[in-house]
């Protein structure tokens, strides 16, 4: 059974996260205001993005994982996969249409838009615990934490620097203390170092002060580092 770090788990808290902001956001937003629509735009492309990153690195670390071990449970899991990306898709579409409509429509797209946006968040919330139950379960009982530990380097690797960003503006918060010294630990030992500093100072803006202490105590025990670039970001 691997030990490896539960990326997908983690991810999936930073997912619910940014959903419940983007359903938020969404709720206050008066269609007949041109800011409101823009400031909208703004957060659901993004929070669209994550999840296309998300769905692809699932695709291409994740699921092959699983491809030789379980194939009835990973077809199930990739059909799954497939009517979500659909799901997505016409979400993105009906809110192409409420911003390309004129502002005397805007009102009631918006108010059908809210409505579509949190089924879709209902749908993707019991896929997340889903996958949770079946596919993360799977991962911990037939992988070793090497392969678990290579499948986060490929996607810290294959990830460009701005989307991994965005995702970690979202994961970082939405974790316990303790889960937040597992993520950035294995980070500290699988990727670049170009990349663990980025989310060190990602962490340093967004934790609190006795957070990000503990995250820089926790790593020192773990790593038996004390690299300059805690100093430079606490």
């Not at 997908?8 to 041109?34: M, P, Q």
């Not at 994740?62 to 449970?73: A, D, F, G, Q, R």
């Not at 974790?175 to 990349?195: C, M, P």
Request: aromatic content about 8%; hydrophobic content about 40%.
């Amino acid at each position: 059974m691997g030990t490896g770090s539960d990326l997908n788990t983690k991810i999936h808290k930073g997912l619910r996260k940014a959903l419940f902001e983007l359903s938020c956001c969404a709720g206050k937003t008066d269609g007949l205001s041109d800011e409101d629509i823009i400031s909208l735009a703004k957060l659901f492309n993004e929070v669209m993005r994550y999840l296309e990153v998300h769905n692809r690195n699932e695709e291409l670390y994740i699921l092959p994982l699983l491809e030789k071990k379980i194939t009835t449970s990973l077809k199930i899991a990739e059909k799954q996969h497939h009517l979500m990306d659909k799901q997505i898709e016409f979400l993105k579409r009906n809110f192409n249409n409420l911003v390309s409509s004129s502002v005397k429509e805007r009102k009631l797209k918006a108010e059908v838009f809210y409505h579509l946006l949190n089924d879709f968040i209902s749908a993707h919330l019991q896929y997340l615990l889903n996958r949770e139950l079946d596919t993360v379960k799977m991962l911990r009982e037939n992988c070793s934490t090497e392969e678990l530990n290579s499948a986060l380097n490929n996607f810290i690797r294959n990830t460009s620097p701005q989307d991994l960003m965005m995702m970690f503006r979202y994961i970082l918060p939405a974790l316990n203390r303790t889960e937040v010294v597992e993520l950035i630990t294995s980070i500290k030992q699988t990727a670049h170092q170009q990349a663990f500093n980025a989310v060190m100072v990602l962490a340093g803006s967004i934790l609190s002060a006795n957070e990000y202490n503990y995250l820089i105590e926790n790593l020192i025990t773990k790593t038996g580092s004390t690299d300059k670039v805690w100093e430079a970001v606490a």
